[in-house]
């Protein structure tokens, strides 16, 4: 099985596919729910590597939000793009641009990740969870993202999953990809 709990991290780890699986949650009319999916973009309007690289592809929606940011382009912003809906249950698919990158990675700038403007932007995406599920009579709300901030952005995985059993530790379900 390609999924397993990591019960230590409060996360499930899965190497499956983001975008069927978060399509499928909305879908479901027994355990379906709403998904929130935060990933780390850059402040300078680049959304071409990476995941945001595949997002682009799957939904580009988010990307053309994304760059009318212009200058909320600013560390710690969080920007959310709902991209799906099913209108019998209620559920959608909601994207958080977290932007927690400064710049791109080059060898000058070998961690672009800025860890507080990420810790800023998942209690963003945390209230923003808290209140989407307030304000739509309680529907289960879901957090699914890659391994943000670890990849082109130089982030440290561990510490970055320490962040989110942190700063996500009410959320019940969080699903986090290895793509």
Not at 93 to 105: L, P, S
Not at 114 to 129: D, E, H, Q
Not at 145 to 154: D, I, N, T, V, W
Request: positive net charge; proline residues 2%.
């Amino acid at each position: 099985m390609s999924t397993k709990t990591l019960a230590e991290n409060n996360y499930i780890l899965s190497k499956r596919n983001i975008f069927i699986d978060t399509r499928e949650r909305i879908n479901s009319k027994q355990n379906g729910c709403t998904v929130v999916i935060p990933h780390v973009c850059n402040n300078i309007g680049v959304f071409n590597g990476g995941f945001a690289a595949a997002v682009a592809k799957e939904y580009p929606v988010v990307q053309q939000n994304y760059s009318l940011l212009g200058s909320k382009m600013k560390l710690g912003h969080t920007q959310f793009v709902s991209v799906a809906k099913n209108n019998d249950y209620g559920y959608e698919i909601i994207f958080a641009n977290m932007i927690a990158q400064n710049k791109i990675r080059t060898s000058k700038n070998t961690r672009p990740l800025n860890y507080a403007a990420l810790a800023y932007c998942m209690s963003t995406v945390k209230i923003f969870a808290k209140e989407y599920r307030k304000n739509h009579e309680n529907l289960n709300v879901e957090i699914h993202c890659p391994k943000f901030g670890s990849g082109l952005a130089g982030g440290n995985w561990r510490f970055i999953s320490e962040l989110i059993k942190d700063a996500w530790v009410d959320i019940r379900n969080i699903c986090v990809y290895t793509l």
